[in-house]
């Protein structure tokens, strides 16, 4: 009954063309972001740093692959080395030029992971479907193997790792030791609301519709005027750019330092699960997708455990590790089977039921 | 039997389902001293071995319907993919607005005012009906990367002003009803429709319409009858198209070209060609 | 002018200079090659009679062979070990066939490709969970495989070629000649090809696709077999040969997705193309390089060749 948008009328092309036309749904978002800024300040150090902050980070690494895999239907298992690219960029560029605030070379960062999935975009005018995903491998492999092999990327370090210098924003440390959770997890917020966004923006706009005609119909959305190449290499662009902030983040506001493996081909799977299961071509399932993948293992930790130590039964973490993979493969294919449009999907046949709740006839 | 279906309707043009409707147009008999928009020159298309088109001239005049049939595998298709850039001919060349062109991609063909729609509907499954239509003005939008991704500004009073564009066309076509609805899940006639729309939003100046009466029943080819007029009348848009039913080619085209295994056999107004007996030869077959 | 010597004249030199060096690391490169195009050959197997790109098809070949190690090391001798892993391969076949293609069928292509992605990840857990993450020695001398090595005089030099090498080239000689008479002379062979053309026709004709799948997918399982007990063999058994796997990816590309000479065509190129670029011109740029070597040169060629070695061009059509 309250959900509901009898009496809401649209007077205006404005109007209807709003992300979210219904005022439920508004101040729905509304408060999702303020409790967000609240649990900031009253959440434990272990929900921000263990929780939130790498949940946060996964939504806005999973929203780039989104861009690019859901919207413009171009598949890539390059995930995890554009988001080293950003990391990597973000580094040498704090290294630097130390003066100017490390927020800005996080957003910095991410023109440079662009750079790069556009080089390794480019074939994708003449090849698609399997033969792009294996040339996004060509970038998995030879990014990894740059951060490993050229030691200029982390400044001749002798460990071969990044590390977050301490660095801060209105005198308050944001990365680095000394830096709080709370802290870092308030920039990371922030960024990510800022870039969503955006995304959302580009994706509701003249530049989405043609990355959606590309990956329905390529021939069709050529013969109405899109310069397919143009716009694949735009959805490349924009994907990688949110992919590499990501990675920033995640080396300098998560994790405080990493090595070449982090970014890694398993990071480009777990990334495109989250996509898959949270719904392809959905932001909201973005976010959907990146909670259940990240925060399966934590709860199998918890839940695992409870279950059989009443009958004697320890399991290691490597065993938690093992079922993690099982049951990521299992879902997968499950959503691809029940539900290929994934949580997203769910969520909207939730509301249309909450709509005509409790008379739906 | 079939073939005998067909020379019946090749001969009875005024059987035909939009001649019921009251909707027929006399073939306007200046249409062949009009400007020339497009002119296929001894255009020839090969792939490996086969040859799809040998030798095709023709030419479609500014503001007329031009038809193309032929029989099944005649080249058709083929033709229109050629004439937009979809196919490059082997040899030959295609003059349009002046213009010849060796290799044109696509893209550049629809920015030259060359508009389609598809044998098999090519819409856009996973968009609405109005994202559809909308996508079909891309060429006409210009706000720049920044003011997209603020959605402000410039890009904010674009998309408003296309919009109405779209709306215009969506009432012309009778589907405010399914504007908000994904493409895959209408039935197939309103499919054509929204194709359909989809090329008017480009505003071309030359449609080419591929079978848009195929699967369609008697009901709906009217519609689509009334539109391509209406199109071809309100709009002065000159269209080609390719179509079966022969008793709607004959009422509504000015001019029609006939093809058989790729290669021209008539050339002419409905009557003249309803009248040429490699015409009546190639619908009937020639005892050998 | 240093670089370019580096890149354009040494190496030349090089394998001029000391032949026995260069048949050394072309012999290398055979092997592994041969490896590379026994996977592929699963891919080809499974993508011709569904039309499934197996991502997974790398995994099986660890599966497969960790299952063999791991029914050895519970106290299974050999040969049970090696029948026992055969009946896991077919009951994968089977469990595939029913849980994963079944209700997918007539989905678009990408979301069967994803599904294997669900699989790979799905077997190496399940793998691990049942036989333990650690790496394991392959059971070589019980299989009775020879081991050890023989050195031949060549050019000033000696070249050492493992008698496992051999063997392996063999095997799989004998195996894709296997395949291949099977495919053209029995009823089921002729089954496949039909169903490789079309799938409707195929079934219009009687020929049950759920079947045929079973049997391809029990095929690719077997190639698995055999190559992940030639790559063990060769190395440790553990999931971390799934990197090595995906190499057969780039080969699927040289190769085409169809073809079985392709694939081992393809799969020689990448195996020789890779040892040399790695001995000879690795070392300039840091070596390591055969982590993406394959991927650079199957994506050069794809600009260039799209449709692979052997495939025909492609014409879109409206």
Redesign the interface.
Known sequence: MIYRESGQYKTSYEADRAVFPLRQDRIGIAVIIAAAYAAGVFGSDFLLQAVLIPFLIFSLAAIGLNILVGYAGLLSLGTGAFMGVGAYACYKLMTAFPEVNVVVWILMSGFFSAAVGVFFGLPSLRIKGFYLAVATLAAQFFLQWSFNRIPWLYNYNISGAIEAPLTTLFGVPITGATATAEARYLVVLTLVIGLTWLASNLVHGRIGRQWMAIRDMDIAAELIGIRPLHAKLMAFACSSYFVGVAGAMMVFLWYGGAEYNVFNIDQSFFILFMIIIGGLGSLIGSFMGAALIFMLPIGLGIVLPAITEPFGITVGAATIEHLRFMIVGALIIFFLIVEPHGLARLWQIGKQKLRVWPFPY | MNANTTVERVAAPQAAPVAQGGAAVVARPDAAAREVLLAVENVSLGFGGVKALTDVSFDIRKGEIRAIIGPNGAGKTSMLNCINGFYHPTEGRITFKGETRQKMRPHEAAAGGIARTFQNVALFKGMSTLDNIMTGRSLKMRANLFWQLVRFGPATREEVEHRRKVEDIIDFLQIPHIRKTPVGKLPYGLQKRVELGRALAMEPELLLLDEPMAGMNLEEKEDMSRFILDVNQEFGTTIALIEHDTGVVMDLSDRVVVLEYGRKIADGTPDEVKANQAVIDAYLGVPH | MDLLSQIFVEPFALMVEMPDLLVQTLWEGFVSGVLYALIALGFVLIFKASGV?NFAQGIMVVFAALTLVGFYAMGVPAIGALVLAVAVMFALAWTVER??LR??VN?P???L???T??????????G??VFG?EPKQMITDELMLPTGASDFEFGGGYVRIQHLDIAAAVIASIMIATLGVFFSKTRIGRALRAVADSHKAALSVGISLNQIWVIVWFAAGIVALVTGIMWGARSDVSFALQ?IA?KA??V??LGG?TSIPGAIVGGLIIGIGEKLGEFYWGPI?????E??FA??I??IF??FR?QGLFGE?I????
Do not use: H, N
């Not at chain 3, 992605?117 to 399940?126: E, V």
């Not at chain 3, 740029?285 to 390089?289: A, S, W």
């Open positions: 790109f849980v994963v209700p997918l989905q292509d990408i979301i490709f994803m599904a992605f669900g699989l790979t990840y799905f077997l190496i857990g399940f691990e969970l993450g990197i995906l990816l780039p699927l590309i997705f740029i840091g070596g390591g390089i982590s993406w991927y650079v199957a994506l794809l600009l799209p061009k014409i879109e059509r409206v």
